[in-house]
């Protein structure tokens, strides 16, 4: 017979863990603001190649396996329409930015997950700016509308009879029997030590417009004179971030960060300089110290699933599976 | 003994007329849209020296006429604080705008306004950019804060008695004994044939931030490689306009305008690179074919106050004068 639990935080994060708990019998609350969280602002790219760097192999090793995950069973139930890309293209625009490219093709070969280099990266994506020719391809990565996908599993929790309750500001006061942390960068103030930081991210979101040229159909990174950029296809349009910057809980969109993403974002896609500009954000990811999520037991009733950075969609449902062992390990305790 | 006018327009012209009619002692109804326009997104200079160019004299002319008139009475009753600029300096940055600059100037010499010239701007504005030196100065150049002063001067005319009504479709059936036509770029619709096409601008808003340089408290205007760009002081930051292109009823702010904007604007005053992109917007200006405003009688009861293109503001008080001796005139006949 199983307990109840409290899921803290109502991010995509405690919503694939809330989901998951109540799918195996658990009785779930989700604890929720009414504020926007780094989910509202996120991308949504589930790309653990285009997001692999020499050094990263633990990243890359979960990031795997979580999109392994989405791809075999985390949508089931959801609305198709919230998968708005299923590959994603990595180019690179000077030569510096080139080298870059071939390091993390060349690790991730190393690693055993070569990707497709190609030098007519134009063939692939017309879009992409003259001049763009080198890039590879990673055939398994998806991008989901990230505010979809939230309202998809809302309404999947409470298919399934989670409640929702308000926010927590006292752990103490939190009578379920489990309760599960996953409030991102306000999880230290739940768990005092917990190593949970904000990084900023400027995220931006176009909005195609009649006479424009038509919506890229794959999510485009590129890396231009450095500075890494995004473009992730949307029904409507292409968010693009994202600027990473510590500046504490700031989330005003700074005219600086707006610059460099609209810039960039035109010098790998110069149509996109026709398209709307219909909104300016920040997020604050809950980064760790090592790059690597925290989830697991923080004691005999509590666990922690925050920390992760900029891949929280991506490692939602390998977050969901891990919380889940937990339980399954604390049910015979409870 | 005076009768009933239906003012169409909630403007700042549409109030401004609506003000003066009914302090001339006119029964006033104002018709107005939910719905933002112009009046909205505008700058808020009053400023017909740095608006000004060879070949306007007209324009230059009824400029500083309207100017006058904000000097002596139009601000009275209005909370102090609508004024948020003394002052405009406008400024080069390469060769070509400093010829620009001097035209203007020897232009407004001639006209008999002249300007003072300076070659150490930034002795004036420190916020400046380094290698900017050339410019010149009009001291009787006010700006608004143009969401103040449109609150403002509702909350004059409601004292003053004057009704709010909806929006007007048909002339026809408003039955005042005088109609003014004050809708901007709808005028056509109500007055076939009126030459007014509305021509889009981009317009930002910039919030200071902590830790932000302190805000300039001039109006800054430059041309920036031959590109025109204006900062305008608020209570809380800088709005900075403003593109000028046809684009039929378009009011989505665009990527290109917006960065040409930022670029614009951090090219003649860097610190505002840390500022918040708090507002991109884009709004309606009602342009006359000969950039004069199209101020007048149409038939022997109704009046037009529109087509005063990128000087609504400015142009408000002249056009209220203008509007005040028509009635004046058509006292006698109703």
Redesign the interface.
Known sequence: MSGSIAVIGGGVIGLAVARRAAQDGWSVTVHRTQEHGASWVAGGMLAPHSEGWPGEADQLAIGLESLKLWHAGFLDGLPAEVVTAHESLVVAVDRADVADLKTVANWLSEQGHPVTMTTAAREIEPLLAQGIRHGFTADTELAVDNRALVSALEQACTDLGVRWAPPVTDLAAVDADVRVIANGIDAPALWPGLAVHPVKGEVLR??W?KGCMPLPRRVVRARVHGRPVYLVPRGDGVVVGATQYEHGR?T?????G??DL??D??AVMPA???????E?AAGLRPMSPDGLPLVGRLDERTLAATGHGRNGFLLAPWTAERIAGELAGLRGTT
Do not use: K, S, T
């Not at 996109?272 to 219909?278: H, R």
């Open positions: 176009l909005r417009r700031d005003a969109p700074v005219v600086r707006v610059r609209l810039d974002a035109c996109l300089g026709e398209y709307e500009l219909a300016c």
